[in-house]
């Protein structure tokens, strides 16, 4: 150690052991887990709010999606550099850590390798159903919306600034009229 550094500056410049890297990782994966589950969580509520028909609820849920996302996106990013710590490329995939030396001693990493997987395949399925139920929610208000409208300006006088009554089916527009 020479007279300029200290003893913190010369350990920070040793290699970390495998093991400690592992367990990095391994933390980091669980991390992500658990960051999963809640995005889980909240695409659930945002369905029940849906079902619901909860405006304030849904745009709540969208707000903490995307805060959650924002979490996950830290949580890729602390894997990555833990990747390039291993010697791996930043879009490494699951079976490339497998591969990594000591990857069959290290129990608690591929139980959470496992769980990722398992969390990530629930994860696409819930997204797929509020996806699907969106869409059919949106469809359903929109074929709602023209039934409403057209049978609005199919019975009801329309009537412009001036005071003037169209008729319904008078050739005029609905929109037209009040515009």
């Known amino acids: 150690m020479n ?13 970390l052991p495998l093991e400690n890297k592992l367990s990095a990782l391994t933390n980091t994966l669980e991390s992500e887990v658990e960051t999963i589950n809640q995005l889980i969580s909240t695409i659930s509520e945002q369905r029940e709010a849906i079902e619901r028909d909860d405006i304030d609820s849904v745009d709540q849920s969208v707000f903490a999606t995307h ?3 924002l979490t996950l996106n830290e949580l ?8 390039q710590l291993l010697g791996l ?23 959470a390798l496992t769980r990722l997987r398992e969390t990530a ?3 696409a399925r819930e ?20 039934e409403l409208l057209n049978t609005a300006s199919l019975s009801a006088p329309v009537y412009d600034y001036a005071g003037n009554e169209h008729k319904p089916n008078s050739g005029i527009n609905i929109f037209s009229a009040i515009a």
């Open 89 to 111: 490329g930043p879009s490494s995939s699951i079976s490339e850590i497998e591969r990594l030396p000591d990857y069959g001693h290290c129990h608690h990493l591929q139980l």
């Open 127 to 146: 997204v797929r159903i509020n996806r699907t139920i969106l869409r059919e929610t949106i469809i359903h208000k929109d074929n709602y919306a023209t």
């Open 121 to 123: 395949e629930i994860l």
């Open 67 to 69: 805060r959650i996302l």
């Open 76 to 83: 890729r990013s602390r894997r990555v550099a833990i990747y």
């Open 3 to 15: 007279e300029t550094t200290s003893p913190q500056a010369d350990d920070a410049a040793l290699p």
